[in-house]
């Protein structure tokens, strides 16, 4: 960019001069000599004075340079005319206002290069930034479902189910999602309905007939890649929140459609009202659920989503929409 800047400032009296007679009077070498002198005044301040914090103390100092280089210049370029050369403090002047123009041209460069330079660094340490509150919000989520899965297997224990070897195996399962997929920045869909499955068939076994599970799928690619773990708090909030409630075959809804990129995700449970007060110790201290999941939506899908919560009627509904 810059040989070809000064390029053009090299050639730009022949081209100015271009069709009229006689061309242009100077020679190459006259204006190569006036070339290195703009170029010194240029870079000076390119390289060391625009970078200065305090420029005023040194800008006298610049003034006189540009004049005592001006008048260098002068001197030079009197061999290239004959006795009757222009007047001498006109020919100064003019090499001043050179130098300060291109000054000015150059100080306008190197503020749009720092401007250009600052904004990459804000939007590398917002990247970074960013991954890293991802990381924190999904490091949340695993102690949380975990805890609470431990939970499961321990009453099942208490209880000396027989069922109890089947449960720790889909603990397995879910550990082993968890430490691996659950990682990465990105899963196929097919893995994380499984894994929610495995999480909803845990929690079948240790809520038995107090809770009824209707769960449908509509998807037409699998392999769709998607955040993982990005809907186990979506289910969790509704196990949570039924096995609270007395009596059995409380009804809990789960959807999950993706058609031409558009993920839906719907969740529905009964719940009653107040009855976080009377959630147990372990539930409360594990829980972040749903704000959990709003933050990562946010920072995942900025305004590619839409969540949906609904509460009626003892009624709790939650439609998550996402545009892949």
């Known amino acids: 960019m810059h040989v070809i ?38 870079y000076v301040m390119y390289f060391w004075f625009f970078s200065l914090k305090n420029k005023k103390k040194i800008a006298p100092f610049i003034v006189v340079f540009f004049i005592a280089l001006a008048y260098i210049e002068f001197y030079f370029d009197g061999f290239f005319h004959s006795g009757d050369y222009h007047n001498y403090w006109a ?36 990247v970074k930034n960013q991954e890293a509150e991802l990381r924190v919000l999904k490091g949340q989520i695993n102690p949380h479902f975990l805890f609470n899965t431990l939970n499961t297997i321990y009453a099942s224990a208490l209880e000396k189910d027989n069922k109890t070897p089947d449960l720790i195996l889909k603990l397995s399962d879910s550990f082993r999602y968890i430490l691996t997929e659950g990682q990465k920045n990105n899963v196929p869909l097919k893995k994380e309905i499984t894994h929610i499955k495995d999480y909803i068939n845990l929690q079948e076994e240790r809520l038995s007939n107090k809770i009824l599970v209707d769960w449908s799928e509509d998807i037409d690619d699998y392999e769709q890649k998607i955040p993982p773990l990005l809907f186990i708090s979506l289910v969790e909030n509704a196990f949570k929140y039924s096995s609270m409630l007395t009596g059995e075959g409380h009804l809990i809804i789960l959807k999950t459609r993706l058609k031409d990129g558009k993920l839906t995700f719907y969740v529905e449970n009964s719940f009653k009202e107040n009855s976080g007060n009377e959630l147990d110790t372990d539930w409360k201290e594990s829980g972040i659920g749903l704000e959990n999941t709003k933050k990562r939506l946010q920072l995942l899908f900025s305004d590619r989503y839409k969540m949906e919560i609904n509460k009626k009627d003892e009624t709790f509904k939650v439609s998550l929409t996402i545009q892949l």
């Open 5 to 42: 800047f000064w390029c053009l400032v090299l050639l730009y009296p022949y081209i100015e001069n271009l069709g009229r007679e006689g061309g242009y009077s100077m020679g190459l070498i006259h204006e190569l000599v006036g070339l290195v002198f703009n170029m010194i005044p240029v």
């Open 91 to 126: 020919g100064i002047l003019t090499n001043v206002i050179s130098y300060t123009s291109l000054t000015i041209l150059f100080f306008a460069v190197y503020s749009l290069k720092q401007l250009y330079q600052k904004q990459q660094e804000l939007d590398i340490a917002a």
